[in-house]
Protein backbone atom coordinates (compact mmCIF):
# COMPACT_ATOMS: atom_id res chain seq x y z
CA UNK A 1 0.00 0.00 0.00
CA UNK A 2 1.39 3.47 -0.99
CA UNK A 3 0.49 6.58 1.35
CA UNK A 4 1.20 10.06 -0.05
CA UNK A 5 -0.08 12.84 1.81
CA UNK A 6 1.07 16.26 2.61
CA UNK A 7 0.65 19.03 4.87
CA UNK A 8 -3.32 19.34 4.98
CA UNK A 9 -5.27 19.32 7.78
CA UNK A 10 -8.53 16.62 7.36
CA UNK A 11 -11.74 17.81 9.00
CA UNK A 12 -12.66 14.24 9.80
CA UNK A 13 -16.69 15.50 10.01
CA UNK A 14 -16.85 15.44 6.14
CA UNK A 15 -13.67 13.57 3.88
CA UNK A 16 -14.17 14.01 0.48
CA UNK A 17 -13.28 10.58 -1.41
CA UNK A 18 -13.10 10.13 -5.22
CA UNK A 19 -12.00 6.54 -6.45
CA UNK A 20 -10.66 5.65 -9.79
CA UNK A 21 -13.39 3.14 -10.80
CA UNK A 22 -13.36 0.54 -13.39
CA UNK A 23 -13.09 0.18 -17.16
CA UNK A 24 -16.12 -1.57 -17.85
CA UNK A 25 -14.56 -3.69 -20.88
CA UNK A 26 -14.03 -7.45 -19.11
CA UNK A 27 -14.57 -8.92 -15.70
CA UNK A 28 -12.56 -7.97 -13.03
CA UNK A 29 -9.95 -10.37 -11.56
CA UNK A 30 -8.33 -10.39 -8.31
CA UNK A 31 -5.80 -7.74 -8.70
CA UNK A 32 -8.70 -5.54 -8.85
CA UNK A 33 -10.59 -7.76 -5.58
CA UNK A 34 -7.11 -6.70 -3.53
CA UNK A 35 -7.27 -3.09 -4.30
CA UNK A 36 -10.97 -2.23 -3.47
CA UNK A 37 -10.98 -4.91 -0.49
CA UNK A 38 -7.87 -3.00 1.00
CA UNK A 39 -9.41 0.54 0.07
CA UNK A 40 -12.55 -0.86 1.50
CA UNK A 41 -10.69 -1.60 5.01
CA UNK A 42 -9.44 1.43 5.33
CA UNK A 43 -12.84 3.59 4.66
CA UNK A 44 -14.34 1.06 7.55
CA UNK A 45 -11.42 1.85 9.62
CA UNK A 46 -12.18 5.82 9.10
CA UNK A 47 -15.19 5.54 9.40
CA UNK A 48 -16.67 3.71 12.59
CA UNK A 49 -13.36 3.74 14.38
CA UNK A 50 -12.66 7.30 13.96
CA UNK A 51 -16.21 8.47 13.16
CA UNK A 52 -15.62 10.11 9.41
CA UNK A 53 -18.03 10.76 7.45
CA UNK A 54 -16.92 9.96 4.10
CA UNK A 55 -18.59 11.14 0.62
CA UNK A 56 -17.11 8.58 -1.48
CA UNK A 57 -17.51 9.01 -5.49
CA UNK A 58 -16.70 6.39 -7.81
CA UNK A 59 -16.08 7.33 -11.41
CA UNK A 60 -16.70 4.43 -14.35
CA UNK A 61 -15.06 4.65 -17.55
CA UNK A 62 -17.97 3.61 -20.19
CA UNK A 63 -15.99 4.91 -22.54
CA UNK A 64 -11.93 4.15 -23.69
CA UNK A 65 -9.93 2.36 -26.69
CA UNK A 66 -10.60 -1.00 -24.70
CA UNK A 67 -14.43 -0.70 -24.60
CA UNK A 68 -14.41 -0.15 -28.19
CA UNK A 69 -12.34 -2.39 -29.09
CA UNK A 70 -13.95 -5.45 -27.53
CA UNK A 71 -16.98 -4.48 -28.59
CA UNK A 72 -15.51 -4.55 -32.30
CA UNK A 73 -13.79 -7.72 -31.81
CA UNK A 74 -17.35 -9.22 -30.35
CA UNK A 75 -18.90 -8.35 -33.40
CA UNK A 76 -16.30 -9.74 -35.79
CA UNK A 77 -15.39 -13.29 -36.69
CA UNK A 78 -11.51 -14.33 -37.53
CA UNK A 79 -10.95 -15.80 -40.86
CA UNK A 80 -10.03 -19.21 -41.12
CA UNK A 81 -6.74 -20.35 -41.24
CA UNK A 82 -5.88 -21.59 -45.18
CA UNK A 83 -4.31 -25.39 -45.55
CA UNK A 84 -0.97 -25.90 -46.67
CA UNK A 85 -0.30 -28.57 -49.99
CA UNK A 86 2.99 -29.84 -50.82
CA UNK A 87 5.37 -32.20 -48.95
CA UNK A 88 6.16 -31.28 -45.55
CA UNK A 89 2.90 -29.55 -44.85
CA UNK A 90 2.08 -28.74 -41.25
CA UNK A 91 -1.76 -29.00 -39.76
CA UNK A 92 -3.62 -25.85 -39.11
CA UNK A 93 -2.81 -24.22 -35.77
CA UNK A 94 -5.96 -22.30 -34.77
CA UNK A 95 -6.91 -19.33 -36.94
CA UNK A 96 -5.53 -16.38 -38.82
CA UNK A 97 -6.57 -13.10 -37.01
CA UNK A 98 -6.86 -9.87 -39.30
CA UNK A 99 -6.97 -6.59 -38.08
CA UNK A 100 -10.21 -5.59 -36.76
CA UNK A 101 -10.85 -3.28 -39.98
CA UNK A 102 -10.90 -6.49 -42.17
CA UNK A 103 -12.43 -8.91 -40.23
CA UNK A 104 -16.11 -9.69 -40.98
CA UNK A 105 -19.30 -9.07 -38.97
CA UNK A 106 -20.56 -11.87 -37.30
CA UNK A 107 -24.60 -12.20 -38.09
CA UNK A 108 -25.30 -13.51 -35.06
CA UNK A 109 -23.47 -11.06 -32.83
CA UNK A 110 -24.68 -8.15 -34.75
CA UNK A 111 -28.38 -8.96 -34.06
CA UNK A 112 -27.69 -8.94 -30.37
CA UNK A 113 -26.43 -5.40 -30.71
CA UNK A 114 -22.97 -5.78 -29.33
CA UNK A 115 -22.17 -2.19 -29.27
CA UNK A 116 -20.07 -0.40 -26.51
CA UNK A 117 -22.72 1.19 -24.80
CA UNK A 118 -24.53 -2.31 -24.32
CA UNK A 119 -21.19 -3.49 -23.71
CA UNK A 120 -20.00 -1.19 -20.93
CA UNK A 121 -23.77 -1.49 -19.61
CA UNK A 122 -22.62 -5.21 -19.25
CA UNK A 123 -19.61 -4.92 -17.42
CA UNK A 124 -20.58 -2.20 -15.10
CA UNK A 125 -23.36 -4.11 -13.38
CA UNK A 126 -21.38 -7.23 -13.46
CA UNK A 127 -18.72 -5.29 -11.09
CA UNK A 128 -21.32 -3.93 -8.98
CA UNK A 129 -22.20 -7.27 -8.33
CA UNK A 130 -18.73 -8.80 -8.08
CA UNK A 131 -18.19 -5.65 -5.34
CA UNK A 132 -21.16 -6.99 -3.56
CA UNK A 133 -20.12 -10.40 -2.96
CA UNK A 134 -16.57 -9.19 -1.99
CA UNK A 135 -18.71 -7.64 1.03
CA UNK A 136 -16.82 -4.28 -0.28
CA UNK A 137 -19.38 -1.52 0.58
CA UNK A 138 -20.81 0.87 -2.69
CA UNK A 139 -19.66 4.63 -2.95
CA UNK A 140 -22.15 7.15 -2.18
CA UNK A 141 -22.89 7.72 -5.62
CA UNK A 142 -21.22 6.19 -9.07
CA UNK A 143 -20.97 8.15 -11.85
CA UNK A 144 -20.38 7.42 -15.79
CA UNK A 145 -18.39 9.46 -17.75
CA UNK A 146 -21.21 9.32 -21.04
CA UNK A 147 -23.21 10.95 -18.31
CA UNK A 148 -21.83 13.64 -17.93
CA UNK A 149 -19.99 14.75 -21.57
CA UNK A 150 -20.98 18.07 -21.48
CA UNK A 151 -19.79 19.04 -18.15
CA UNK A 152 -16.53 17.71 -19.35
CA UNK A 153 -16.24 19.83 -22.24
CA UNK A 154 -16.71 22.38 -19.91
CA UNK A 155 -14.00 21.49 -18.32
CA UNK A 156 -11.70 21.52 -21.02
CA UNK A 157 -12.85 25.11 -22.08
CA UNK A 158 -12.02 26.43 -18.97
CA UNK A 159 -8.45 24.87 -19.02
CA UNK A 160 -7.80 26.35 -22.58
CA UNK A 161 -9.05 29.82 -21.39
CA UNK A 162 -6.78 30.25 -18.64
CA UNK A 163 -4.06 28.93 -21.26
CA UNK A 164 -2.75 25.91 -20.11
CA UNK A 165 -4.00 23.70 -23.50
CA UNK A 166 -4.43 24.37 -26.76
CA UNK A 167 -6.76 22.54 -29.84
CA UNK A 168 -5.53 21.25 -33.17
CA UNK A 169 -6.92 22.36 -36.43
CA UNK A 170 -7.49 17.75 -36.32
CA UNK A 171 -10.33 18.56 -33.45
CA UNK A 172 -7.62 17.06 -30.82
CA UNK A 173 -7.35 19.11 -27.70
CA UNK A 174 -3.89 18.70 -25.30
CA UNK A 175 -2.85 19.96 -21.82
CA UNK A 176 -0.01 21.90 -22.47
CA UNK A 177 2.94 20.69 -20.10
CA UNK A 178 4.99 23.10 -20.46
CA UNK A 179 2.48 25.91 -19.02
CA UNK A 180 2.82 23.94 -15.65
CA UNK A 181 6.66 24.62 -15.25
CA UNK A 182 8.49 22.79 -12.75
CA UNK A 183 4.94 22.23 -10.77
CA UNK A 184 4.42 19.11 -12.48
CA UNK A 185 5.48 15.86 -11.38
CA UNK A 186 4.73 17.01 -7.15
CA UNK A 187 2.80 13.70 -6.86
CA UNK A 188 5.34 11.20 -8.16
CA UNK A 189 8.71 13.06 -8.39
CA UNK A 190 8.84 12.95 -12.12
CA UNK A 191 9.30 15.97 -15.25
CA UNK A 192 7.97 15.72 -18.22
CA UNK A 193 10.14 14.10 -21.15
CA UNK A 194 13.05 15.28 -22.60
CA UNK A 195 12.24 17.75 -25.58
CA UNK A 196 12.62 17.08 -28.81
CA UNK A 197 10.37 16.22 -31.99
CA UNK A 198 7.19 16.05 -30.99
CA UNK A 199 5.68 11.83 -31.24
CA UNK A 200 2.73 13.10 -32.67
CA UNK A 201 2.99 15.93 -35.59
CA UNK A 202 -0.36 16.99 -33.99
CA UNK A 203 0.90 17.99 -30.75
CA UNK A 204 3.43 21.07 -29.53
CA UNK A 205 5.58 18.87 -27.65
CA UNK A 206 5.71 15.52 -26.86
CA UNK A 207 4.75 15.41 -23.32
CA UNK A 208 1.25 16.84 -23.53
CA UNK A 209 -1.46 14.81 -23.03
CA UNK A 210 -4.92 14.43 -24.76
CA UNK A 211 -8.36 16.16 -22.85
CA UNK A 212 -10.37 15.81 -26.13
CA UNK A 213 -9.67 12.96 -28.78
CA UNK A 214 -11.26 13.99 -32.59
CA UNK A 215 -13.80 11.14 -33.66
CA UNK A 216 -12.39 8.27 -35.26
CA UNK A 217 -14.86 6.09 -38.11
CA UNK A 218 -17.22 3.90 -36.85
CA UNK A 219 -16.23 5.36 -33.21
CA UNK A 220 -18.86 6.83 -30.70
CA UNK A 221 -18.05 10.66 -30.22
CA UNK A 222 -20.11 13.37 -29.01
CA UNK A 223 -20.01 17.24 -30.65
CA UNK A 224 -17.88 20.00 -29.31
CA UNK A 225 -16.65 23.69 -29.99
CA UNK A 226 -13.93 21.52 -31.37
CA UNK A 227 -15.16 18.93 -33.62
CA UNK A 228 -16.74 15.72 -32.90
CA UNK A 229 -15.37 13.42 -30.61
CA UNK A 230 -14.58 11.88 -27.10
CA UNK A 231 -13.11 12.66 -23.96
CA UNK A 232 -9.70 11.51 -23.02
CA UNK A 233 -8.58 9.42 -20.03
CA UNK A 234 -6.98 12.10 -17.61
CA UNK A 235 -9.78 14.49 -17.93
CA UNK A 236 -12.82 12.28 -16.98
CA UNK A 237 -11.94 11.75 -13.62
CA UNK A 238 -10.65 15.51 -12.51
CA UNK A 239 -14.41 16.74 -14.10
CA UNK A 240 -16.45 14.49 -12.28
CA UNK A 241 -14.39 14.32 -8.94
CA UNK A 242 -14.87 18.55 -9.02
CA UNK A 243 -18.55 18.11 -10.12
CA UNK A 244 -19.24 16.89 -6.35
CA UNK A 245 -16.21 18.38 -4.14
CA UNK A 246 -15.18 21.29 -6.47
CA UNK A 247 -11.66 22.53 -5.78
CA UNK A 248 -10.53 20.84 -2.49
CA UNK A 249 -10.29 16.87 -2.26
CA UNK A 250 -9.03 14.57 1.08
CA UNK A 251 -9.03 11.26 -0.14
CA UNK A 252 -7.99 10.55 -4.04
CA UNK A 253 -7.48 5.98 -4.40
CA UNK A 254 -6.65 3.88 -7.18
CA UNK A 255 -3.83 1.02 -8.00
CA UNK A 256 -0.41 1.66 -8.05
CA UNK A 257 -0.17 1.93 -11.58
CA UNK A 258 -2.39 4.86 -11.91
CA UNK A 259 -0.36 6.94 -9.68
CA UNK A 260 1.65 7.81 -12.94
CA UNK A 261 0.58 9.53 -15.15
CA UNK A 262 -2.91 9.22 -14.19
CA UNK A 263 -3.48 11.19 -11.03
CA UNK A 264 -0.20 13.25 -12.14
CA UNK A 265 -2.16 14.65 -14.85
CA UNK A 266 -5.55 14.52 -13.31
CA UNK A 267 -3.24 16.69 -10.25
CA UNK A 268 -1.95 19.06 -13.54
CA UNK A 269 -5.48 19.70 -14.46
CA UNK A 270 -7.54 20.40 -11.39
CA UNK A 271 -5.17 23.12 -10.11
CA UNK A 272 -4.83 24.95 -13.14
CA UNK A 273 -8.86 24.99 -13.43
CA UNK A 274 -9.23 25.47 -10.20
CA UNK A 275 -6.43 28.29 -9.66
CA UNK A 276 -5.37 25.94 -6.45
CA UNK A 277 -2.84 25.39 -4.93
CA UNK A 278 -3.45 21.42 -4.19
CA UNK A 279 -6.23 20.39 -4.81
CA UNK A 280 -5.68 16.42 -3.46
CA UNK A 281 -4.57 15.97 0.19
CA UNK A 282 -3.72 12.43 0.06
CA UNK A 283 -3.32 9.81 -2.16
CA UNK A 284 -4.14 5.92 -1.47
CA UNK A 285 -1.98 3.69 -3.95
CA UNK A 286 -2.77 -0.21 -3.73
CA UNK A 287 0.09 -1.98 -4.77
CA UNK A 288 -0.30 -5.49 -7.27
CA UNK A 289 -1.07 -8.58 -6.64
CA UNK A 290 2.29 -10.57 -7.85
CA UNK A 291 1.90 -14.14 -9.23
CA UNK A 292 4.77 -16.53 -9.43
CA UNK A 293 6.50 -14.85 -6.25
CA UNK A 294 7.23 -11.09 -7.57
CA UNK A 295 8.08 -12.01 -10.85
CA UNK A 296 5.02 -10.98 -12.54
CA UNK A 297 2.02 -8.36 -11.78
CA UNK A 298 -1.38 -9.75 -12.07
CA UNK A 299 -2.84 -8.05 -15.54
CA UNK A 300 -4.99 -8.53 -18.15
CA UNK A 301 -2.33 -7.16 -20.52
CA UNK A 302 0.00 -10.40 -19.31
CA UNK A 303 -3.04 -12.73 -19.57
CA UNK A 304 -2.39 -14.40 -16.07
CA UNK A 305 -5.37 -13.26 -14.48
CA UNK A 306 -8.00 -14.91 -12.56
CA UNK A 307 -11.11 -13.55 -12.18
CA UNK A 308 -13.52 -12.87 -9.09
CA UNK A 309 -16.23 -15.53 -10.45
CA UNK A 310 -13.82 -18.02 -10.84
CA UNK A 311 -12.77 -18.04 -7.36
CA UNK A 312 -16.20 -19.38 -6.47
CA UNK A 313 -18.50 -16.24 -6.32
CA UNK A 314 -21.78 -15.86 -7.86
CA UNK A 315 -21.42 -15.60 -11.53
CA UNK A 316 -23.99 -13.11 -12.92
CA UNK A 317 -22.87 -11.37 -16.37
CA UNK A 318 -25.10 -13.94 -17.98
CA UNK A 319 -25.57 -11.88 -20.98
CA UNK A 320 -21.97 -11.25 -21.64
CA UNK A 321 -21.70 -15.55 -21.13
CA UNK A 322 -23.92 -16.22 -23.72
CA UNK A 323 -22.44 -13.46 -26.07
CA UNK A 324 -18.83 -15.50 -25.46
CA UNK A 325 -17.29 -12.51 -24.03
CA UNK A 326 -16.40 -14.07 -20.83
Not at 31 to 60: E, K, P, Q
Not at 175 to 183: A, Q, V
Request: glycine share 8%; with cysteine; charged share 20%.
Amino acid sequence: MSFLANKFHVDFTFVPRYSCGPTVYDHAHLGHACSYVRFDIIRRILTRIFGCNIIMVMGITDVDDKIIKRARSAMLRPVPCPRRRGDGAQPPRGSVVNPPDSLVCSPGLLQMNVSPTSLASLYEEDFKQDMAALKVLPPTVYLRVTENIPQIISFIEGIIAKGHAYSTAKGNVYFDLRSRGDKYGKLVGVAPGPVGEPVDSDKRHASDFALWKAAKPQEMFWASPWGNGRPGWHIECSTISSLVFGSQLDIHSGGIDLAFPHHENEIAQCEVFHQCEQWGNYFLHSGHLHVKGKEEKMSKSLKNYITIKVMGFPSSCIAASSLNLS
